[in-house]
């Protein structure tokens, strides 16, 4: 078979304009990015919700990848084909894992967003955006931390009219991002050298990580944007006051800069379905789901919107429920759990023949079902195909999965077929649809912080939870700002339904360590951070540039 | 007198469609990027050159600003008024200045590049693209001593394959980028915490300083980027060799993510003319001129082309003339200096009544004309007027101008009234470039190092040249790799002649001091610092960005 690439090359790729105009897209609601992207304006989302909307998740992922934007692509270019109105909603591609690890994030395959270079590399710049407003912010604190030791406060004021913020060197909340895995940034110390400091630790997460791309997500429009970037807290003064954008008076210019990030980017898929693509926090760290703008220009104009949360349903999907749906209210129609046979094996946690660990494996996706059918959802299970999968096996997981209640369950061929190759799930997913459904939120934000921690917990099996005594400083502070009712965003390990990625299968009866919280004050949550969370990842080995290159067309080769 | 601001927002900005097709571009040879802008194929440079090059420079600069961006964008205007085909060819801005101090780097009055937002903020996101590349390179090679450190040479090649490259922690020569003022990233320590090593130091350079930012603007087509690129040197080896990109393997994934870089940007100027934004390299610390693309391409389709180097004609003109030009082999046709009568006061370096303060200030002015004539140019001065300038004064200078050897000297009111306010302006520069003309570089490349130093030194007004012992070290090591042949491009304050801010007017007899040497393998020159340059500014008391928000239509607002 072909190399994504190579596939992608070989794409008729329709202009832009065509894709438009068969979204239903006015002239004035959309300006071309080149010949394969168009920017949406936000007018476009003004039109009342018409379509269903589908969460694709899968089971927990294991390096070799469920295949669950190829099977979001696939399922697409499936309804598509049926005839229906049918659009993709995802995430844009980090840079970091485009040249840390071999592969993009466009699908594959022949269910793939194309051209697959250009969604892979920077599109039309808006995580850049995020970049430069983040570190703006950045620079603005360590200007103004200068100014005002360098000054005192009572000249700072004098000479500038500005109050003194009495920023506290040592409580600096808002770190540096970039949008690269560079580990050797995780940890800083800057403010080195003559007259630049004071001195101070910090250092730099992946841009995905950044609060403001959680806003650019869960946004509802610029003044929304705009208000969100102002209420981030940038530090702590030294005496223990939140000191936001706002404050810092530099909120305004962030927003500025993320102006035209806020129109989601049009793209195609292979079959010419068209494909939104906008935002990308990451699922462990972050809500990890596409924007909620992106969700409402696609359901004013199609009949089936299809999007997907990061990693397992325990991540992205749990937070698309109970963040991102929360914030803008609308109920997902149906979803779809991707998974592999391979996945399966891998997730059981057991050495010993095929059907032992099918069996053993089982038990992950058996949770994940239940989960997902826990928020009242009907469940279409996806089973990704590859190659040299047995019949039997698939036919075995097939029956079990009906068994245990999913409402369908498909085999997915989109990798190797395309939309033909996921018309089987498309019909189930469209039926699935239509079957009555009772979407509810795990918890209700009226609930205090324990107790819908606790209710998280449960669900993933712990018997309990323990805050650390930071934790509970932070949860006080965040309590006495009046705060502590915003949803929770679980920040851990995407490798284990439990925070312990050594944990397979479906783990209970541990305990869940909560060892700190952070007040996401703009985006309107509280990540819960479970054990050390990596928000920067770094280069491995034999990382993915080394193949990347541009050949005497000029084309750029070797990606994916 | 409205803003800039205002100015541009009551423009009647044309779909730039209608530019490209004034431009005589083909449909195939150019792509919208939104409404006001379009990346232009590099094949539109491929026609052979047809008009005539200007580059308009300017006196010692003063805090005011002398108006030389809106001078070469009024002389645009002014030469498309008087029917010509007339192009500008600038540097995109920085978003350092942009949000540092008020104002942006569009022109100004009704002399403007139009959006003067979208040109002020990231415009297609080239700048973003060379910090991306720039620090993409900066992770690999930390991520490389990483691993190399952790499982030593030996076991390094063995699971790899690849050849262990021994870089030495301390001469790691490239710096991080970022496209802000952030004082606080100037000198850091980097890779601590646990397994994030070795620590090290390092720093971040605002990237209109990196190195690629010059490799887009003196490159000319994709393969010589790439070509470039792969010569940059990153670090040293620890016995001594210097490790380049291509020995990293990082210059094709570099080069991929600069693709759509090295198109130039087409936007318009208040009056319809065409203009390219393209590259923005400082001119102090690198070679401060728009791209070689940029204007072949303008060239092949215009009469005139007008272009502007950075600061006065000691920096930006002299590397236009010794570095750009000798890459390009485009001779330019005429110079414009632009000087102002509060410059002329302001660079006088006394303090007495203004016919003192003018005479004395016409030494700098002086200097400036018979640097630029000495190149064999027809020089054109033009008077950017404000307001209140004294009609005497002006004549008194035009007067002097002319008696000095001028080829013509004009009153530019462009600020007030756009293209008309240019046009004797205009008138003068179209004759100076049918007047006889004979460009030459300042030195000859087969020169010696010294030579070509000292020659650039005596032009400066310098009696001599020190090299420090760093300076010979790295005169060494450059001579050894076989690079000392190379153009040189001063690094120096643009506020004197000399290399001491302190020393107004025309200063001579000083000994120009070299501190280091700085060889930039892929640019293709050789740095000469000159004392200690800053290469990342820093946020001032009351910084640009307080001023900037967006309004309730999400227009933004604040921005100049």
Redesign the interface.
Known sequence: MLTDMEISRQANVRPIGWIADDFGLGKHLW?????AMA?ISLEAAREPRRGKLVIVTAVTPTPHGEGKTVTTIGLTQGLHLLGHKACACIRQPS?GPV?GVKGGAAGGGYAQVVPM?VMN??M??DI??V??AH??A???I??RL??ETRLGPDA?SA??G?QALNIDPERILWRRV????????????????D???PVH?GGFDITAASELMAILALCEN??DM?ARIGRVILAMSRDGNPISADDL?????M???M??AIEPTLMQTLSGAPCLVHAGPFANIAHGNSSIIADRVALAHHDYVVTEGGFGSDMGFEKFCNIKSRASGIAPSAAVLVVTLRALKANSGVDGDDSERLEAGFANLHWHMQNVMGYGLPLVVAINRFPDDSMAELAWLKERCLAEGAFGCEISDAFSHGAEGARALAIAVARACDAPSNFEYLYDDQMDFGARLMTLAERYGAAGVSLSEDARRDLAMITQLGMDKLPLCIAKTPLSISHDPALKGAPSGFELPVVGLRLSAGAGFITVLTGKVMTMP?????????N???N?K?D?I??G
Not at 31 to 35: D, N, S
């Open positions: 300006r071309e990015a080149g010949h920017k840079l040249f270079e590399l920077h039309t710049g850049h955006a970049t430069s570190n703006l950045a620079a603005a360590d200007a200068f100014h700072f000479k500038t500005l970039l949008d690269h895995n560079d580990r050797s940034l995780r940890q800083i110390e800057l403010g080195l050298g007259n630049n400091g630790g610029i003044a705009r008076g530099v909120a305004g210019a927003t500025a800069i102006r035209d770094g280069l491995g080995l034999l990382p993915g540039y080394l990347i290159d541009i005497d000029g750029i070797g990606l």
